[in-house]
């Protein structure tokens, strides 16, 4: 019985020291930091190129209809279609 006992408590030991070990960020990683910042400063780039690209081929100023003119519908429109491109833009940088 004390044998097994030992063989047990060995066994035991051995299962605690090859534990994994839960590592947790301590410091703000930098290069993680710059990473984020150049891929937020490319899809906001993207988005804008995006953007002008759609004006220039509408047939109206884009500009003028939403905010001299009101008008609602080629505000929800733009607004659309900023959405649609940011969520490709996303998912091009993050790789889906």
């Known amino acids: 019985m004390l044998e097994y006992g030992l063989i ?14 839960v590592q947790t960020p301590s410091a703000l990683n930098v290069t993680v930091l710059l990473q ?11 988005l804008f190129l ?13 500009q003028k209809k939403i905010f001299q003119e009101r008008n609602t519908a080629v505000a929800i429109l733009f607004g659309f279609f900023i959405l649609g ?3 490709v833009i996303a998912s091009a940088i993050h790789g889906w």
Not at 11 to 20: N, S
């Open 85 to 87: 491109l940011s969520i």
């Open 8 to 21: 047990l408590a060995a066994q035991t030991a051995q299962t605690v020291q090859t534990a994994p070990v």
């Open 50 to 62: 995006g953007y002008k690209i759609f004006d220039w081929l509408t047939p109206t100023d884009a």
């Open 36 to 46: 984020t910042v150049l891929y937020a400063i490319v899809g906001i780039l993207l």
